[in-house]
């Protein structure tokens, strides 16, 4: 039995992760903005990425004081906005909680892994860490930050036991996609009906894949003992980063174009 750690443990994926690993009979820990009510089989503790004073709270927790045998830093949000519109602040709300505070958490966990010489310390990015989608531009810089410090981490714990992964999911049909995003600049005219078809998709899009999908590979990520670093998860996720790594840019931006801005391309 191990001892795992999710972060953003109450819905989507995270939430799914927790009900695999209690199936199957580990000791889990998981996060939430707000206070949950005591499990027999969940160690609750609570979270705000927004807050520098609760990110600090939680990395002085007691709950370091035990061996954690993984760590899945999952929680996050999206912010839907036009590059050019965007207000500073939203930016800024985006970085501090999917990018800072995550690497906080990061920096925790590699602490405790280092006391105990092993760990596995994981991060749920997607595929727009690899890429870029309108409208998902600033949500897409967090996870190509977090793309590379966990690259980077990997080669730094190659002369150690602790492993380092990513979890690379599709778009997951999620309370995330219709009411775990933020939006700024939408009022700018030049937007408004990108925006909206886009909000109208994500709600009424039937090609997504199940939270339960992720986590069997998220699950299987976390007891792989290879030295892989990324995992894709989901539909499309792996033909997607594939087409990416493949075509010339110009294929596939059209390719995105018919995907997201029904048609619109380069002229």
């Known amino acids: 039995m191990a001892r795992i750690l999710v972060t953003g443990g109450t819905a989507g994926i995270g939430q799914a992760v927790v009900d695999q690993l209690i199936a199957e009979g580990h000791s889990v820990i998981a996060t939430s903005r707000h206070q949950q009510t005591a499990s027999a089989q969940i160690e609750w503790h ?14 002085q927790s007691t709950l370091w004081d035990t061996p954690i045998d993984g760590v899945f830093n999952n929680a996050g949000f999206g912010l ?6 965007a207000s500073e602040e939203a930016i800024r709300e985006q970085f501090e909680a999917n990018y800072f ?13 280092r006391t105990y010489q092993q760990g596995v310390l994981m991060v749920n990015t997607s595929i727009g ?9 600033y949500y897409n810089a967090t996870k190509h930050a977090l793309e590379a410090s966990y690259e980077a981490l990997w080669y730094e714990c190659l002369d150690s036991a602790i492993q380092i992964k990513i979890i690379e999911p599709g778009f997951t049909q999620t309370q995330f996609a219709t009411h775990g995003m933020q939006t700024s600049g939408e009022q700018s005219p030049y937007h408004q009906d990108g925006l ?13 894949t199940p939270p339960s999908e992720v986590a069997k590979v998220v699950v299987s990520a976390l007891f792989d003992q290879r030295r892989q670093l990324r995992y894709h998860a989901g539909k499309h996720s792996g033909s997607l980063l594939l087409l990416r790594k493949i075509l010339p840019d110009s294929w596939f931006q059209t390719l995105v174009g018919k995907a997201v801005l029904r048609g619109k391309k380069a002229s």
């Open 129 to 137: 860490g690899r890429m870029a989608f309108p409208y998902f531009g």
């Open 101 to 113: 505070a995550t690497m906080t958490i990061t920096q925790r966990a590699m602490a405790h892994f």
């Open 196 to 208: 909206s078809w886009l909000a109208t998709s994500m709600k009424e899009g039937q090609t997504a």
């Open 80 to 85: 839907i906005a036009p590059i050019e519109s």
């Open 46 to 59: 609570q979270l705000d990425l927004s807050s520098r004073a609760s990110v600090h709270q939680f990395c």
